[in-house]
T-cell receptor
Framework: DGGITQSPKYLFRKEGQNVTLSCEQN?????MYWYRQDPGQGLRLIYY???????QKGDIAEGYSVSREKKESFPLTVTSAQKNPTAFYLC????????????FGSGTQLSVL | AQSVTQPDIHITVSEGASLELRCNYS??????LFWYVQSPGQGLQLLLK??????LVQGIKGFEAEFKRSQSSFNLRKPSVHWSDAAEYFC??????????FGTGTRLTIIP
């Protein structure tokens, strides 16, 4: 079945450590997105990519980095510069680049040790 | 600036009762509008979307939404809720060529 796979489901980060969240899709979608979700807030856009080897900052990109070397993959690295990384991270993809019809993965919960 | 507002943080409904979740937007033209549902610890699932045309749109799981331009609203409705409908519901919009903007969500609790 086609879909988006996020791994791991739960991740723990130590002080000063970089961690990478995986996002893979087999839907042949062009665009991919990373969102951060905090309790009581909506989803906030971290980064998005509408084509391979290109990506754009979203509203809260500081302390995060991404790459898009393959159409299927869009990993997110949470760097040590992100001082408040505890959140639920959601990856999404869409068939076009018009921000419509986003299809979401099941998320990764990141916590700080 | 364009925005999506969900005025109700938490709603409690009895099983079998009707449901209406409110969503308002701020934009000078007609946006693309969406409703998503999220179960605890899971991703978001698209319930329905409105682009243009018929202002009453049908979605999955028995949900519908009505676009009202005069009220800048896109409220979600269901005639009879089931315990499995307990979740968080997000309204979202695309305004022109801008990014998808989410509301802050409404948590739905179902009581027996």
């Amino acid at each position: 079945d086609g879909g988006i796979t996020q791994s791991p489901k739960y991740l723990f980060r130590k002080e000063g450590q970089n961690v990478t969240l995986s996002c893979e899709q087999n839907l042949n979608h062009d665009a991919m997105y990373w969102y951060r979700q905090d309790p009581g807030q909506g989803l906030r856009l971290i980064y998005y990519s509408q084509i391979v080897n290109d990506f754009q900052k979203g509203d809260i990109a500081e302390g995060y980095s991404v790459s898009r070397e393959k159409k299927e993959s869009f990993p997110l690295t949470v760097t040590s510069a992100q001082k408040n990384p505890t959140a639920f991270y959601l990856c999404a993809s869409s068939i076009g680049t018009g921000w419509v019809g986003l299809f979401f993965g099941s998320g990764t919960q990141l916590s700080v040790l | 600036a364009q925005s999506v507002t969900q005025p109700d943080i938490h709603i409690t409904v009895s099983e079998g009762a009707s449901l209406e979740l409110r969503c308002n937007y701020s934009y000078g033209a007609t946006p693309y509008l969406f409703w998503y549902v999220q179960s605890p610890g899971q991703g978001l699932q698209l319930l329905l979307k409105y682009f243009s045309g018929d202002t009453l749109v049908q979605g999955i799981k028995g949900f519908e939404a009505e676009f009202k331009r005069s009220q800048s609203s896109f409220n979600l409705r269901k005639p009879s809720v089931h315990w499995s409908d307990a979740a968080e519901y997000f309204c979202a919009g695309v305004f022109g060529n801008e990014k998808l903007t989410f509301g802050t969500g409404t948590r739905l609790t179902i009581i027996p």
